[in-house]
């Protein structure tokens, strides 16, 4: 008995050929749609690995990041009213994206209301604490402003 029962005996390019030509000789209804099929997902497997081969190899460009300048010399009530408009800008911006998610979540189907309205409570009695907060060290910064001047004076 021999071990090399269980291996299909070597095949030659000139039969694997004429075994080819012999099938698309052959009248088959399915021959060309598989045909076309298994092409097709050749390349597409093919166009994966080169687009996979082209992504994150390109050398990123420098990005440049623009920051604001303050005058050192501004009082801390500038920049706590500065903080108060950042604030302000922001949740507007937040509220925007927000209303933009819930068309996305209107198109989907998927249920929002009940958590927007538990969340916009909890965002708002967020905002409200901050904004205390901020006007307590805005009053303070104040105050230090105008007893400032009156302590230099002799």
Known sequence: MSAMTIFPRPVSPKSALSDLWSYFRENRPHKW?????????????????????????MPTRNQIIYVQSWDANRSDAAVILQQKMDLARREAALQKR????????????????????????????????????????LAKAEEAEKSAPEMGQP
């Open 33 to 57: 749609p598989l045909l076309g099929l298994s092409a097709a997902m050749t390349w597409l497997i093919i166009w994966a690995f080169i687009v996979d081969a082209n992504t994150n190899t």
């Open 98 to 137: 927000q209303r933009e998610m819930q068309g996305v979540a209107d198109v989907f189907g998927i249920d929002w209301r009940a958590e927007e309205a538990r969340n916009t409570a909890r965002r708002k009695e967020a905002l409200k604490q901050i904004n205390a907060q901020l006007d307590a060290r």
